[in-house]
Structure formats: structure tokens, C-alpha cells
């Protein structure tokens, strides 16, 4: 019987602190919550059993989306344990929270998702911003790529806020969302999916290989390779141009 499964078939109530110091309990639920899609291994050593930021906002994350206020009360118990173990991937990805908006909230949604999937740099949410003004010709809304059906890649051109194109990526977030964006393209457009897709694949490399953290980190903000990510050095000098505006603003 693991960890988890103890809690949920004895009742127990294991307070924060307890939380905090057992590690092979952690790495269980950091186990789960890499399978839900809320804590991604970056290194060798995960699951590492600590409670550190990442465990924590994934935690966070996590009894949001599944509605527990475990993080107010500081008490995890049987609720949160059978949750995790039973939560399905597909149903806790999506920020259906978000159904589009002026400039300026998308640019909060941005921050909010953005924080949702573990990302906390400013200068991240900026660029992305950036990323979303020239892509979306500055409608700041998901669009479809001009003169997409006479693309060579047709019916595969580009949809939503980063253009998504190719099947390939449409196969891939078919996957990772368990939505059947193969035979339903047009939900890329859908400002919900699209938000989650642009955030997801600038975080973790998805459109070129070459995540948003390889340019803009602790050590560096590099506005204008950043557009590698995206689209190798296409229009990187304006695109950089527009995040350092974006750096300004006071909403992220």
C-alpha cells in the first residue's frame, strides 16, 4: 500500500509541517502531479521528495483545479489523497477561467496561466505578450493565419495566439490536452486552448525545440533571441521592441 493510499483508506490527516518533513511521502504526490501535468521533472534527481516552490505552486495548482482548500486550512487528508490518485490529466489542464478579453486582461491571464504552469518571471510574461501582439497582428485575440487554406501545410496553418502550425503540433496537443484537435482544428481558436497552447510550448520547447528559459532566465532577458522559440529570427528586433514596452507594464 503506498503513501497516499494509507491516507485515503485510514482517515489521516497529515498537518503542513508533517507535510514538509517526509519526503517519501512528497515524492509520491510529486509523482501525481508530474502524471496531472502540474509538476514536469527537470532534473535527474525528481521526484526529490522536498517541499520547495516548485512543489509548492504545483500543489497550489493542483487543489485549485480540483477545488480543495487544502492550502488555506494547511491540513492535507483522505479528500486531497484520493483526489490526486484519481484525477485524470485531461481534466485539470485547460484554464477555462479564460474566455478572452481587452489587451490588458489577456495580459493578466497570461500572468495568471503563466504562474499556473510554474512560470514567475515577469520578463517571461512580457515576452510572451510580445509574442501574442505580433502574432495576432495586434488583435490580441486568436486568429488564423492569412491565406492559412493555400499553405503547403494546409489544413495544418496557423491558428490561435502563436499561429500554431503543422500537424505534428497538432497531434502533440491533441495529446497533451485529450482534445482531438486533428479533426476539430478550429478549437485552437478557442482563447482557453490557445492560452494553455502558447504557455505550454514557449515554456517547454514544444514549437522549435528551444524553451522560453534558454533566453530569459535569472542570469539573462534576451528579448531578441528569444524569438527562437517561436520562429527562429523572424521579426526578432521588432518583436523585442515590443516586449520591452510590455516590461513596463504594472499588470504581471
Known amino acids: 500500500m503506498t503513501l ?28 501525481q502531479l508530474e502524471r496531472l501535468g502540474f509538476y514536469p521533472y527537470q532534473t535527474n534527481e525528481d521526484p526529490d521528495g522536498i517541499y520547495g516552490p516548485r512543489t509548492t505552486s504545483a500543489i497550489d495548482q493542483f487543489c485549485e483545479s480540483v477545488y480543495l482548500n487544502c492550502f488555506d486550512t494547511g491540513i492535507y487528508g483522505p479528500s486531497f489523497a484520493t483526489a490526486l490518485m484519481t484525477a485524470k490529466p485531461n481534466e485539470t489542464k485547460i484554464p477555462t477561467w479564460w474566455d478572452g ?8 491571464a497570461v500572468a495568471k496561466e503563466g504562474r499556473n504552469q510554474g512560470i514567475s518571471d515577469r520578463n517571461v510574461f512580457a515576452y510572451i505578450m510580445a509574442t501574442i501582439q505580433h502574432e495576432t497582428a495586434h488583435t490580441y485575440r486568436p486568429i488564423a ?6 499553405k503547403w501545410y494546409a489544413p495544418f496553418y496557423g491558428r490561435g495566439y502563436t499561429q500554431l502550425t ?6 502533440a496537443y491533441s495529446k497533451k490536452l485529450g482534445i482531438d484537435l486533428v479533426k ?12 494553455f497552447i502558447i504557455i505550454d510550448g514557449m515554456k517547454n520547447g514544444v514549437f522549435t525545440t528551444l524553451p522560453i528559459g534558454k533566453y530569459i532566465n535569472n542570469q539573462k532577458v534576451d528579448f531578441l533571441n ?3 522559440v517561436i520562429n527562429g ?20
Request: proline share 4%; aromatic share 8%.
Open 4 to 31: 497516499l493510499e494509507n491516507i485515503e483508506s485510514k482517515n489521516l490527516i497529515v498537518p503542513i509541517a508533517e507535510l514538509k518533513q517526509d519526503r517519501n511521502l512528497l515524492k509520491e504526490i510529486q509523482i
Open 101 to 108: 478579453g481587452t489587451k490588458n486582461e489577456l495580459a493578466a
Open 145 to 150: 493565419e492569412y491565406g492559412g487554406p493555400s
Open 166 to 171: 503543422h500537424e505534428f503540433n497538432y497531434i
Open 184 to 195: 476539430n482544428m478550429k478549437r485552437v481558436m478557442e482563447p482557453d486552448i490557445s492560452l
Open 226 to 228: 528569444a524569438r527562437r
Open 233 to 252: 529570427t523572424d521579426k526578432m528586433n521588432l518583436i523585442a521592441s515590443y516586449a520591452k514596452q510590455w516590461q513596463k507594464t504594472t499588470i504581471f
